[in-house]
């Protein structure tokens, strides 16, 4: 199991990025943004390997950051509780309540809101190397 997750949410970006850098390069205006998870960025929630893999993720975004510019820009977001087909149904409910409860925003996120997320990113041309959280402040509490 490690290694089939290590394989998706890792190697494949990374050799993503690989495949595409020269044509990112040429571009002069490269732009990768990579979908992490607030499991990778704080503890709990998840399993092991899926954590480990987006945590891995994240500093990769960070290194790859440093490394790719200026021609390139890379980033990360990181969702926390998302509302898709997977989330909807009643095995969720109890994280659903608990993060509606919890979080600042007393609301889970959605799918347009990952993507208007994802736009605004393309646009700002002075953010490299970041992962930003967005999870409704969730992460915020201790």
Not at 72 to 79: G, H, S
């Amino acid at each position: 199991m490690w290694q089939k997750i290590l394989a998706l949410n890792l190697l494949g970006p990374w050799r993503f990025v690989q495949a595409a850098e020269p044509l990112l390069r040429q571009s002069k205006n490269g732009n990768v943004i990579f979908i992490g998870a607030l499991a990778g960025a704080d503890v709990g929630g998840s399993s092991i390997p899926y954590a480990v893999s987006k945590a891995a993720l994240h500093h990769m975004c960070k290194l790859l950051g440093g490394a790719l510019g200026p021609e390139i820009r890379i980033n990360t977001i990181a969702p926390g509780f998302i509302e898709t087909r997977w989330t909807s149904g009643e095995d969720w409910g109890g994280l659903r309540g608990l993060v509606e409860q919890k979080a600042p925003l007393h609301r889970t996120g959605n799918p347009d809101e990952i993507a208007e997320m994802v736009r605004g990113l393309l646009r700002s041309t002075y953010v490299t190397g970041q992962t930003i959280v967005a999870d409704g402040g969730l992460s915020l509490l201790p």
